[in-house]
């Protein structure tokens, strides 16, 4: 489910016009589906249903309060990279007890804050950070969960910077170095309990293939540890990718057809059929760590077009966001489709959109054929639900941007935008 359509001319997020969101609130704004966020969840904790399985969140993906809330209420459990994250868990209402805290270099502080909330398990990323957790829980007098990431050197075939389970990615433990760790694990240090094993291959595949070979790879692992060390979960990360080119609901306006179509896109339900059969008779709890697909395609970024310039070369339509506010084009060269509040019939334009920040790298998109929106007219930039305001920065000391959750008919400020005293609070 997307709920983002023309509604009688008018985009829509459910049943609230946007065009009256950017109105009250300013822009640049984020939008966000309350029901689209919890649609997303229920289809993929659906796919599950037929084993033994939990649904924890990506919180970088999108760690808004009120987002986190929405999913604890649903049943999520939520994986997080810092103790800032799993302060934010708590804060909205979800239970540490459900919580996996992966990353590659944990802090003393933050290891101390987990193990005092009695988080369900660290994944560890090296044998380093495994023999730290033992002493840090020894001084606490506790056992410390832990699960080994596990590197399956897999091409997930996605953008060089979000792809991670090769081995020259930073991230996880060589697959053969893995059993070898577990017996340390269990000789010698006593105070760390080996609960479970993990991975995640990279973000964005939009292929079934990749989790397929990383999953079958991984099986005989996993069971091997399950039978020697009693794990209890495996967790086999996130990734789902989702649809950025032409991701609008339905009702997709006439000039929408002259945008280029991503490859067939990855189905929930896709995905389910081909790695469910796989998993059924590993009997062990299996974890999934999805972002990008439960908000992804759950939230916009609304901005309103400020000045058009026509160069020799080219036209710039130029916006007051910025890649501050949604850095993913800069950064990934990631695609968000743009379609303006209102409905357009006319002529369409090639022109990059690019917004006030002093990098030529400032742009949301070049050579796109467009509709031919004007000053004063306010876009969105869709599919900037996931790896959107987590990302935004004051670079160029902008204030970060407003968010805003809809229900239904009803919308609510869930962060207020910043103001230039927040911006510049705790300098002297
Ligand atoms: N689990 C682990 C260990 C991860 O590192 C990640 C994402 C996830 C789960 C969630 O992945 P997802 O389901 O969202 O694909 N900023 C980039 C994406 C970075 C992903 C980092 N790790 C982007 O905007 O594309």
């Known amino acids: 489910m997307h709920a983002f359509s023309y509604i009688n001319g008018q985009l829509q997020c459910e049943n609230v016009a946007l065009q009256n969101l950017a109105d009250e609130h300013g822009t640049p704004l984020y939008v966000y589906s309350a029901n689209t966020i919890v649609d997303h969840f229920q289809r993929l904790d659906q796919a599950l249903a037929s084993i033994d399985h939990e649904v924890a969140f990506a919180v970088k993906a999108n760690s808004n309060l009120s987002v986190l809330r929405l999913l604890a209420q649903a049943g999520a459990g939520f994986d997080i990279v810092s103790g800032g994250e799993l302060f934010r868990v708590i804060k909205a209402g979800g239970d540490p007890a459900h919580c996996t805290f992966a990353g590659v270099g944990k802090t003393r502080e933050e290891i101390i804050y987990a193990l005092q909330n009695n988080i369900y398990c660290f994944n560890v990323e090296s044998e380093a950070e495994l023999a730290y957790l033992n002493e840090v829980a020894a001084e606490l ?8 990431r596990v590197n399956p050197n897999v091409d997930a075939k996605t953008h060089k910077y979000i792809s991670t389970g090769k081995s020259e990615n930073k991230f996880g433990i060589d697959f053969d170095a893995i059993g070898a760790l577990y017996d340390k694990a269990a000789s010698e240090w006593k105070n760390v309990r080996m609960r479970g094993l993990q991975m995640h291959i990279g973000s964005q595949l939009t292929s079934v293939k990749p989790f397929v070979e990383a999953v079958t790879k991984v099986k ?13 979960f495996w967790s086999i990360g996130g990734g789902i990718g989702i ?12 000039w929408w057809s002259a945008q280029e179509v991503d490859a067939k896109p990855l189905s929930i339900e896709e995905y389910g059929a081909a790695v469910v059969p796989l998993l059924a008779d590993v009997g062990l709890k299996i974890l999934l760590e999805p972002g990008r697909y439960i908000v992804g395609n759950a939230g916009v970024l609304l901005t309103r077009c400020l000045y058009e310039k026509k160069g020799s070369a080219k036209t710039f339509k130029i916006v007051d966001a ?7 084009p800069a950064l990934y060269e990631g695609h968000h489709e743009i379609a303006p509040l209102k409905e357009y019939s006319g002529a369409l ?10 990098e030529s790298g400032d742009f949301f998109c070049q050579n796109r054929e467009m509709p031919d929106f004007q000053p004063g007219d306010v876009i969105a930039l869709l599919s900037a639900g996931a790896y959107g305001f987590v990302m935004a920065s004051n670079y160029n000391t902008r204030p970060l941007p407003a968010e805003i959750l809809v229900d239904g008919s009803r919308s609510k400020v869930v962060r207020k935008r910043q103001t230039l005293e927040d911006v510049i609070a705790g300098e002297s």
Do not use: F, W
Request: charged share 15%; glycine share 8%.
């Open 243 to 254: 649809v950025y080119h032409d991701s609008l609901a339905s009702g997709n306006p006439a």
């Open 349 to 358: 334009v090639t022109a990059d959109v690019v917004g006030p920040i002093c």
């Open 141 to 148: 007098g506790v056992i410390a969960p832990a699960a080994v």
């Open 220 to 232: 005989p692992l996993a069971l091997s540890l399950k039978e020697k060390h009693q794990i209890e």
């Open 322 to 328: 910025g890649m501050n506010d949604l850095i993913r």
